[in-house]
């Protein structure tokens, strides 16, 4: 059974940073996973907000690119999303993200609010 787990979210500055920690476990870590990280604020759709697939290639979307980053460490089996000069438009649940064709795995979320 895949599981996805997120930690690290809270409250925060903005300008300040925070460091997401998603571990997978059932098997979804392989190198042919796509692993990423998305978020969905109150009223308003999820949106992916990073990607990474199995050989470290990255993907960002326009509004995170520049302040997030996301990393992976395979022999954790764990996925990273470090968030710097947060912001209130921030705030969000973010979720882990697990696709290897044709499955879509998602986390239950770590809530991320930026106070301004």
């Known amino acids: 059974q895949v599981q996805l787990v997120e930690s690290g979210g809270g409250l925060v500055q903005a300008g300040g940073s925070l460091r997401l920690s998603c571990a997978a476990s059932g098997g979804i870590f392989s190198r042919y996973a796509i692993m990423g990280w998305g978020r969905q604020a109150p009223g308003k759709q999820r949106e992916l907000v990073a990607t990474i697939t199995g050989g470290g290639g990255t993907n960002y979307a326009d509004s995170v690119k520049g302040r997030f980053t996301i990393s992976r460490d395979n022999n954790k089996n764990t996925v990273y999303l470090q968030m710097n000069n947060l912001k209130p438009e921030d705030t969000a649940v973010y979720y882990c993200?697990?696709?290897?064709?044709?499955?879509?795995?998602w986390g239950q979320g770590t809530q991320v609010t930026v106070s301004s």
């Open positions: 993200n697990a696709v290897e064709v044709p499955y879509n795995y």
